[in-house]
């Protein structure tokens, strides 16, 4: 064969290859797409759960249907400790999602699990490295650094192994919700990005996160009167529907 009509040969081969790898992707994306659209979301949950709140908020700006599993984290010991449920999630802890084959635990990785996984709903991050940084930032001084020093398994094992009183466990929690609201607050007065939520005009991922902790600041009745800005976002929150349907009070599972 010429060099030529070799060459010829080996580029409609090439090209031949490269539509076939693009029908194929394009095939399984729209397959994974027709799943993620049947497939049922269900989100396993205790009404009180800050980080369950999280995520119910999220589903709910994103407009996802989704059914809640409740998990009594006090009930006879704790429900999420079942064998059942800690095969589902080892960690025994809500909530978790389960997507079809798919289950997620942790409320953040939930939440960006949604974002890319329903890119056409309403998106919880901005465009911009940046900006999606500075969110998840927000996100995470609660998720990781507030929320954790107050849950329910802390306040347990402060009353069961050191002994410390409810006036003791109080004090705890408060300490570190006004330690972390404060530097919230430095971060989000006057910021370029902050606007009516915590990053511009619509509500996104961290909203998600600071809503349920300002619920259970005021269970635990922190002060929140140096923290304007916190508040203020607050108040545009709680105004909305996807913030109203996901209160506590308003779940299946709730004692009120």
């Known amino acids: 064969m010429p060099a030529a009509s070799a060459s010829s040969a080996r ?11 693009d029908r194929l992707r394009t095939f399984h994306e729209r397959l994974q797409s027709g799943w993620r659209m049947s497939a049922p979301l269900e989100l396993f949950s205790y009404w009180r759960s800050s980080a369950a709140y999280r995520v119910r908020i999220g589903l709910n700006i994103k407009a996802l249907a989704y059914v809640t599993h409740p998990v009594h984290l006090v009930r006879d010991g704790g429900e999420q400790h ?23 635990p942790q409320s953040l990785a939930i939440l960006e699990y949604l974002e890319e996984a329903f890119p056409d709903s309403a998106r919880l991050l901005p465009a ?17 650094d507030v929320h954790p020093l107050n849950n329910l398994r802390v ?6 192994e050191w002994q410390r009183d409810a006036a003791q466990r109080l004090h705890w929690t408060q300490h570190w919700m006004q330690q972390g609201f404060a530097a919230l607050e430095l971060q989000l007065a006057n910021a370029l990005h902050t606007a009516s ?8 991922l961290a909203d998600c996160v600071l809503i349920p902790q300002l619920y259970n600041a005021r269970r635990f009745e ?20 996807a913030f109203d349907a996901a209160r506590p009070e308003m779940q299946i599972d709730a004692v009120v």
Do not use: W
Request: aromatic letters at 4%; hydrophobic letters at 45%.
């Open 197 to 204: 939520f915590c990053h511009g005009d619509t509500p996104g």
């Open 128 to 144: 911009a490295p940046f900006e999606r940084a500075r969110v998840r930032a927000l996100a995470q001084a609660i998720a990781c």
């Open 155 to 160: 306040m347990q094992l402060l009353e069961r």
């Open 82 to 104: 079942a064998a059942a449920y800690a095969q589902l999630n080892p960690q025994q802890l809500v909530p978790t999602l389960r997507h079809g084959a798919v289950v997620v």
């Open 222 to 241: 922190v002060d929140l009167a140096p923290y304007p800005t916190l508040q203020r976002i607050e108040q545009a929150c709680l105004a909305l529907p």
């Open 11 to 21: 580029s409609n081969s090439a090209l031949s290859g490269s539509r076939c790898h």
